[in-house]
């Protein structure tokens, strides 16, 4: 098993394999304020070089599957990780629509917090869309606190959005 692998009462948390990014690319390209226009290939891609990264908590981004008792994949974690003397990491999540509203990113998401704070990280933040709700309930369960607004930051076709930044450190 390893380091990144975590379990919840319902969860297997593991780092994404090449054989998961048909899935990933699927739930990601049906989140409702963030899909990918990449192609699959470009999705698969993407994940072969996170594989060959010099390890899963190296200096950049890495994604997590969500994998259900039942050994579905039901949603995934990205989590970009800064270098070790910064002690922080960003992170993100999108669930499968057909499992939404179970409390599986909430579980995910407090299981990953805590494992990476156990591993040294002291600060994690997370950034969301104004108009996702249910991702800022997830973190404000989840004891993230909102920090900042950003202004007209992100662009979906010709219209501007405003971004939510959310963060949560060991000590709270």
Known sequence: MSDWEITTDRLLIRPMGVEDAADWHRIRASAPFD????????????IAAMQRRAAHDSDGWQQFALIAKDGAMVGDLGIRFSPPWNATAEIGFALDARHR?????GEAVEAMVR??????????????DTRNRPAQRVLERCWFRLEGRF??????GDSW???LSYARLATD
């Open 161 to 163: 959005y405003d971004e």
């Open 151 to 156: 202004v007209e930051s992100w662009r979906e």
């Open 35 to 46: 899909p990918i226009d990449r192609s699959v290939e470009e999705s698969i891609a993407l």
């Open 101 to 105: 509203g179970n409390g599986f990113a």
């Open 115 to 128: 494992r990476l704070f156990r591993n040294g990280r002291r600060r994690v933040v997370s950034v969301t």
